[in-house]
């Protein structure tokens, strides 16, 4: 095998990404998202951006999907090989921080499964993929959600947690 066979096609931006970690998590989801939950490609975002500060100094990093609704970002998504409940802290605190308003839901998924956390108050809102919202429940939910930021005073502790949990994101 040569590093050309670990190199595949993004399922959502078509662009070169190595086949490595989690990216066969992410590649599935995605195609979840789409073909069974109604989204369209447009809709996430891949490899959002997110730097967080910490000791004084910045560290680049991303979170694997964001998917939008009505121009507005409605779940953060973490895609991991692992067990996904150790990854719920680590993308509860990037969809606090990625914006200026908290992303309503955060979700872990290993593409089988998925934990559903409500960002705002961090508790479960829903467990499998079967409770994770089409994008016409999306939609329906966004009209009366409230997007509220995160509150200047929990801003540091949320970087030291995102940091420490993504480290090897941050190192890459």
């Not at 989801?29 to 447009?42: I, P, Q, S, W």
């Not at 967080?52 to 991303?62: I, K, T």
């Not at 908290?102 to 409770?131: E, F, H, M, Y």
């Not at 009366?144 to 940091?163: A, G, H, V």
Request: proline fraction near 3%; aromatic fraction near 8%; hydrophobic fraction near 40%.
């Amino acid at each position: 095998m040569t590093m050309m066979d670990y190199i595949i096609s993004d399922y959502i931006t078509g662009k070169a990404v190595r086949n490595v970690g989690p990216e066969a998590v992410r590649q599935e989801f995605e195609r979840f998202l789409v073909d069974e939950k109604g989204y369209d490609k447009k809709d996430i975002l891949v490899e959002e951006p997110l730097v967080v500060q910490f000791l004084g100094e910045d560290y680049p990093s991303s979170i694997d999907l964001i998917v939008c609704c009505n121009g507005k970002a409605f779940m953060a998504v973490t895609c991991v090989a692992g067990s996904i409940g150790s990854y719920e802290r680590e993308i509860l605190a990037g969809a606090r921080l990625v914006y200026d308003y908290q992303i309503p839901l955060a979700v872990s998924t290993d593409a089988r499964n998925a934990v559903i956390l409500d960002t705002v108050s961090g508790k479960n809102a829903g467990k499998g993929l079967d409770d994770l919202p089409s994008k016409t429940e999306a939609l329906e939910r966004i009209k009366t959600m409230e997007f509220i930021p995160l509150d200047e005073n929990r801003k540091e502790r949320e970087m030291i947690i995102y940091r420490s949990f993504n480290l090897e994101k941050i190192n890459k």
